[in-house]
Nanobody, 120 residues
């Protein structure tokens, strides 16, 4: 079985910073794209940032210039460094990854999410 486990969420003031981590564990043979999504109350889940296996990153407009996604392939881990946080960044942040697992096929996995609350 494969699990994605996020950590690093919490309460932060506007303008502050936070770093999220997500690690894939279990029967992981290979990982293609890894990404962060978020879902605010009453809203649909949206892509925040994505990083390919080669390290190429893409960002949502809302994250551009404030968030940085990075990846440690040796640890099957991605990070999301968030700075200049705004009230509207409040959401549950989910990790997502395309993982080649025990079936030897790539399948898409989700973590359970970590809550980020931006509040004064």
């Amino acid at each position: 079985q494969v699990q994605l486990v996020e950590s690093g969420g919490g309460l932060v003031q506007p303008g502050g910073s936070l770093r999220l981590s997500c690690t894939a564990s279990g029967t992981v043979f290979d990982i293609n794209n890894m990404a962060w999504y978020r879902q605010a109350p009453g809203e649909e889940r949206e892509l925040v940032a994505l990083v390919s296996s080669s390290g190429h990153a893409n960002y949502a407009d809302s994250a551009m210039g404030r968030f940085t996604i990075s990846r440690d392939n040796a640890r099957n881990t991605i990070y999301l460094q968030m700075s200049s946080l705004k009230f509207e960044d409040t959401a549950v942040y989910y990790c997502n990854a395309d993982i080649r697992d025990y079936t030897s096929r790539f399948r898409n996995y989700w973590g359970k999410g970590t809550l980020v609350t931006v509040s004064s």
